[in-house]
Nanobody, 127 residues
Framework: QVQLVESGGGLVQAGGSLRLSCVASGRTFSSSAIGWFRQAPGKEREFVATISWSGGRTNYADFVKGRFAVSRDNAENTVYLQMSSLKPEDTAVYYC????????????????????WGQGTQVTVSS
């Protein structure tokens, strides 16, 4: 099993930056792909970014390409989401999720594929 705890959210002005962290516990973290998702009030949870367990492959939603970057440090059991050029429409609760994978380069965009979820961290971008 994997337990996930997100942090780093907060209030930021449009154009600003935040770095979210997802700290994991559990022996299978290093063989788990990690995804970041977000959910705004009244909307469905949507895919933001994902990284394979090797860290060698990443994938992003079109609306964050060039602005967000996902990375991981398996020695620290942590995945990061660096968010730059933030917009008011990026306001949401951000969640990280883990999926155990036998393929080091596997990444996943579908929230239904993920087995473990954190509790989320609020990001608010003011205009």
């Amino acid at each position: 099993q994997v337990q996930l705890v997100e942090s780093g959210g907060g209030l930021v002005q449009a154009g600003g930056s935040l770095r979210l962290s997802c700290v994991a516990s559990g022996r299978t973290f290093s063989s788990s792909a990690i995804g970041w998702f977000r959910q705004a009030p009244g909307k469905e949870r949507e895919f933001v970014a994902t990284i394979s367990w090797s860290g060698g492959r990443t994938n992003y939603a079109d609306f964050v390409k060039g602005r967000f970057a996902v990375s991981r440090d398996n020695a620290e059991n942590t995945v990061y989401l660096q968010m730059s050029s933030l917009k008011p429409e990026d306001t949401a609760v951000y969640y990280c999720a883990a999926k155990e994978s036998s393929y080091s380069g596997g990444y996943y965009r579908d929230r239904g594929q993920y087995e473990y979820w954190g509790q989320g961290t609020q990001v608010t971008v003011s205009s």
